[in-house]
């Protein structure tokens, strides 16, 4: 049986999606190489004076004196 040139870039083109596909599932099985940090309770106070800070601006939006 001869395959020819379209028989070769077939097989070509199936190994490809093979080996893509078994790269994505092994990629997806690790575990992430994010570290963990802990949060700190300065982290949460530091937090909630941001937020704090942005809703206080945003009732100030119609004073032409606040902070853009």
């Known amino acids: 049986m001869r395959l020819g040139c379209l028989g070769c870039l077939t097989l070509l083109v199936i190994l490809a999606l093979v080996a893509s596909t078994a790269w994505v599932v092994i990629q997806t099985l690790q ?8 949060a700190t309770v300065a982290d949460g106070v530091r937090a909630q004076q941001k937020i704090f800070e942005v809703v206080r601006r945003g009732a100030q939006r ?7």
């Open 62 to 68: 119609g004073d032409k004196d606040a902070e853009p």
């Open 31 to 38: 575990e992430p190489e994010v570290p963990i940090t802990a």
